[in-house]
């Protein structure tokens, strides 16, 4: 759009944004159950990134509710496959309820792994401009 149309970076993000919102708030309705879940997980971990590729922080806090979301959701769904008190076998890594727990850690794992990457290259860019400006005084 930005390069077809030549228009403005911030019509650009105020349409990704308002995709985004969309998408969040229709995952519930147009799915069910830990499909929810885990595509909460994946979109936490998309808007991380393009906070990250786009400079913009409203992407990154955006990420905080759908991260928190996706935590209430997990629960829910963890409680609804394990709370039932009568005996049942399950198999042990290829049920629902683990394989949404298994994406939904790879992705908050994945989401602080930039986080961490972010804040690390911030980390370095600050002492070297201390540097710079301690040889320069000296």
Request: glycine content about 4%; aromatic content about 16%.
């Amino acid at each position: 759009l930005q390069k077809k149309f030549k228009s403005d970076k911030n019509l650009v993000y105020l349409l990704l944004g308002m995709t985004l919102t969309f998408a969040t708030l229709a995952a519930p309705v147009q799915l069910k159950g830990s499909y929810i879940t885990m595509f909460w997980a994946a979109e936490t971990l998309l808007l991380v990134w393009l906070a990250q590729r786009t400079q913009l922080k409203a992407f990154k806090l955006a990420s905080a509710p759908v991260a928190f979301l996706m935590f209430i959701s997990l629960v829910i769904d963890l409680s609804a496959f394990y709370g039932t008190y009568e005996y049942v076998k399950l198999p042990i890594f290829v049920n629902k309820a683990c394989i949404t727990g298994l994406f939904s850690s790879l992705a908050l794992f994945f989401a602080s792994f930039l986080l961490n990457k972010e804040k690390r290259e911030e980390h370095r860019s600050g002492m070297t401009s201390i540097h710079r400006s301690m040889e320069e005084y000296f």
